[in-house]
């Protein structure tokens, strides 16, 4: 596990003692980020904190941790699984980028995560599934590119708040045959699901969407069914 002496730690500038640890120096295998350090509350995780980190194959996050840095965990070849928290709101870009066995991770318990940074999970190549929280409304540019053995996205249809699937967000998921788009996601950017050339099965029936004529560029979906069905007179192309 995650303990003080194992740490660089360093309060936030807030009025109220907050801690957000910047640096780790153990060798655990699994660690968990503590709720309080000193007395106060441990609510981020600092940039590149743990990046590079070859020894750890879990972490776990308790509450009330809000954000993971960017680049807090790239490159971190090791890590095979993350439980999020309930707590989380933000993962910023690079965050996990180039964790190359990282196997699963549970979005949906983290249950007021409202965005995914750009490239994130980028080349997160063992990644095999992704269920995502009602609460998240931006994934970000290039978020999952490359993410070769992604089979399938889940969104609730009807009750997710996603407003936007960012450039790229999907790019080159060669393995992705599934997705459901929710009904309140507005932006499709160009190449969301670009190259995704085994997507065989999406629910994307919504109405009132802006999608770029490249959003599906490589797919089935790109010249066909998309372009063809009756949804097609709801969206608008850009």
Not at 50 to 56: D, L, P
Not at 194 to 200: A, R
Request: hydrophobic share 35%; proline share 3%; charged share 15%.
């Amino acid at each position: 596990g995650l303990v003080g002496s194992e740490m660089c730690i360093r309060d936030s500038t807030t009025t109220d003692k907050k801690v957000t640890i910047t640096g780790y120096t153990g060798s655990a295998e699994v660690v968990n980020i503590p709720f309080f350090i000193n007395g106060y509350p441990v609510i981020a995780i600092a940039n590149s904190a743990f990046a590079g980190n070859k020894t750890i194959t879990k972490v776990k996050f308790l509450e009330p941790m809000k954000t993971i840095g960017y680049a807090a965990f790239s490159n971190c070849t090791s890590l095979e699984s993350v439980e999020l928290n309930d707590r989380l709101e933000k993962i910023e870009s690079y965050a996990f980028s180039n964790c190359t066995n990282l196997k699963t991770i549970n979005f949906e318990s983290a249950t007021v995560l409202n965005s995914i940074g750009s490239k994130a999970f980028y080349r997160c190549i063992s990644l095999i599934n992704a269920s995502f929280p009602d609460s998240l409304e931006y994934i970000n540019q290039y978020a999952f590119q490359y993410c070769s053995q992604l089979k399938s996205i889940k969104f609730n249809k009807t009750t997710s708040k996603l407003n936007t699937i960012g450039i790229g967000a999907f790019y080159f998921c060669g393995n992705l045959t599934s997705a459901i788009v929710p009904d309140s996601t507005l932006y499709l950017n160009y190449y969301s699901f670009g190259e995704c050339y085994n997507l065989s099965d999406i629910d994307i029936t919504t109405k009132s969407r802006y999608i770029c004529d490249t959003a599906f560029s490589g797919t089935p979906y790109y010249s066909c069914l998309l372009y063809t069905s009756d949804a097609a007179d709801d969206l608008t192309r850009v």
